[in-house]
């Protein structure tokens, strides 16, 4: 079965550094990996999604994530953090019977001023 | 377009009851998917419909049971509801296209409370 584990429960940053949310998948054939976040009462909004097209991946909101096969990583990376990047952060892959998402734990994104 | 929509947002129930939950797809979407989303176990698929047909189960008991309609809206059903169920329930939408691998569109949950 596919899975992925987010390093980091909690990871804190301020206004403007960098942001580095961990995720590494765990999978027999080449997998299809999300990055989902969720702010509070509200539902999953999809950040961006690798499909094998390219290794590096551009999402919404300055966010971007690179497929590091040798590593089997997918970390999540925004270059400055905004106050309203606070949120919870979920990484997925897509499992073998097919569109069912297998998601991590969740890593929650604190920034402070 | 609307986006997902589910109904109702809360719910307070107690143990042993049934209760019924309830998704709007985005419009033209075929397939629904729910998921449920706890503090202790996360987020954990459901089940899967496309067509009015259940195509993926996961691995929760004969106690969690869907129906999806020939407008592809979705209804999940919960029987002999016991504490661990209290949860936020997710639906998730999608196209059900050509493209091999599609956005899940997320609705806003229905958070149920087991008393």
């Known amino acids: 079965a596919q899975s992925v584990t987010q390093l980091g429960s909690h990871v804190s940053v301020s206004e403007g550094a960098l942001v580095l949310l961990r995720c590494n998948y765990s999978s027999s054939v080449p997998p299809y990996l999300f990055w989902y976040v969720q702010y509070p009462n509200q539902g999953l909004q999809l950040l961006l999604k690798y499909t094998s097209a390219a290794t590096l991946v551009k999402g919404i909101n300055g966010f971007e994530a690179e497929f590091k096969k040798s590593e089997t990583s997918f970390h999540l990376t925004k270059p400055s953090a905004h106050m309203s990047d606070a949120a919870e952060y979920f990484c997925?892959?897509?499992?073998?019977?097919?569109?069912?998402?297998?998601f991590g734990k969740g890593t929650s994104l604190l920034v402070t001023p | 377009k609307a986006g997902v929509t589910q109904t109702p947002r809360y719910l307070i129930k107690t143990r042993g009851q049934q209760v019924t939950l309830s998704c709007s797809p985005i419009s033209g979407h075929r397939s629904v998917s729910w998921y449920q989303q706890t503090p202790g176990q996360g987020l954990q698929f459901l089940f899967e419909?496309?067509?009015?047909?259940?195509?993926n189960k996961g691995n929760f008991p004969g106690r969690f049971s869907g129906r999806q309609f020939s407008n592809s809206r979705s209804e999940m059903n919960v029987s002999t509801l016991e504490l661990g169920d209290s949860a936020l329930y997710l639906c998730?939408?999608?196209?059900?296209?050509?493209?091999?691998?599609?956005?899940?569109?997320f609705g806003p949950g229905t958070r149920l409370l087991v008393l």
């Open positions: 419909y496309f067509s009015e047909t259940q195509r």
């Open positions: 997925a892959v897509s499992s073998n019977s097919g569109y069912a998402l297998n």
């Open positions: 998730a939408s999608r196209l059900a296209g050509t493209e091999r691998i599609e956005t899940q569109y």
